[in-house]
């Protein structure tokens, strides 16, 4: 059974079309793609982004406890600063994204509902000697994102001044209009902007009062068809579409954005430091271009010369290139920009990510 988000009332009121991302009930279009899709690139875009998993760490040995579990540099993470990482198994594989927030008293981590029980799971049963509790705190936090450039003048204006934190993983308790929350930049979406994460009773007035705010900028509610096709425009990776269970880190191209190498011992390291020495994997995450009628399926088998080489991730129209984009897994020998192999409607061309002016062209 899918999530229910909390704002799903709002949605209704909307007359938004509903689908299922992250394993949660998600509006994909209030109607206008079109005008959602200008206003995370051009204004200010507000999305529901109940999909999350909300537990806390507690205790004098939170800090270390998590650094030895989990890929990012926790150890030294002061109040107010924020950490991106990975949840391994002894294989190296990726079983959760995780997002840290340091409060002076506990650790917020972030992750997916969808794969919640594995995750705290995972978490629990590595807590042996350590002065830890973890606690699932998921009904009583609610989150919202608020992308595109006039994100910051939204924000300021409801807060009377200056509010939203650097974007390099700060995170700050303000009033917005009379509420309090928590402000951490960047999104959990991987867009610019900020995350939003109040009490749950309040979401809906949350929402209502940035939806009418963003509206004064010339923007407004965006849906996940939108929200798809820029992310996949900027090269920007969804845990669950692009990255799983089935991949190590440096497949997934994220060896770079989640993983620390000087933080000590973690679980899955062994895995993720041979992969380093060895210095290539034998297959990766690629960006990609589709020639031919309609937009790939997720899980599409990629083939050249009649036989598998990969797989499609995921897939949506780009308005930037006039067709549609994705991104997938190749082999080896596929993985320079400019390889083309095929799928089942046509070809698919490898491209550099993020896409703009030195990649495919906007069809006139």
């Given amino acids: 059974m899918s999530l229910e988000s909390p704002l799903a009332k709002e949605h ?42 909300v537990a806390e760490l507690a205790g004098p040995d939170r800090l270390r406890y998590l650094n030895a579990v989990s890929t990012g540099d926790i150890r030294d993470l002061e109040p107010g600063r924020s950490a991106l990482g990975l949840l391994l198994n002894p294989q190296g594989r990726i ?49 919202l994102a608020l992308v595109g450039p006039a994100a ?43 995350e939003l994460i109040a009490g749950r009773d309040r979401i809906e ?51 770079h954005s989640h993983i620390s190498y000087t933080k000590g011992c973690y679980t899955g390291q062994e895995i993720v430091e041979r992969v380093r020495s060895r210095g290539q994997v034998n297959r990766r995450r690629v960006g990609l271009v589709f020639s031919g009628e309609g937009v790939p399926l997720a899980g599409a088998k990629l083939t050249a010369g009649g036989g598998d080489v990969g797989w499609i991730t995921s897939a949506a129209d780009s308005p930037l290139v006039g067709r549609a984009i994705g991104m997938g897994y190749l082999r080896r020998e596929f993985h320079a920009v400019g390889s083309r192999v095929d799928w089942a409607g046509g070809v698919a061309e490898v491209v550099a990510l993020p896409l703009g002016a030195s990649g495919p062209q906007r069809d006139r």
């Fill in 12 to 53: 209704e009121k909307l007359g938004a079309a509903m689908g299922v991302r992250f394993g949660a009930r998600l509006p994909e279009t209030d109607g206008d793609f079109a005008a959602e899709y200008r206003r995370a690139l051009e204004t200010a875009a507000v999305a529901d982004t109940n999909f999350q998993l």
């Fill in 152 to 194: 910051r003048a939204v924000i300021d204006e409801l807060a009377g001044a200056p509010a939203i934190a650097p974007p390099d993983g700060s995170h700050r308790e303000t009033v917005l209009g009379g509420m309090a929350c928590r402000l951490h930049s960047p999104t959990h979406l991987g867009l610019p902007g900020v």
């Fill in 205 to 255: 007035e949350l929402w209502r009062m940035l939806v009418e705010a963003t509206a004064r900028h010339g923007g407004g509610p965006a849906g996940y068809a939108a929200l798809d096709a820029v992310r996949l425009e900027a090269g920007v990776p969804w845990f669950g579409a692009d990255f799983d269970e089935r991949v190590i880190p440096h497949e997934a191209g994220l060896e």
């Fill in 95 to 143: 079983l959760a994204e995780l997002r840290t927030l340091a409060l002076a008293d506990r650790l917020m981590v972030f992750s997916h509902a969808m794969s919640a029980e594995r995750t705290l799971k995972t978490l629990e049963q590595y807590i042996i000697m350590d002065d830890v509790a973890l606690a699932d705190r998921s009904a009583e936090y609610a989150t």
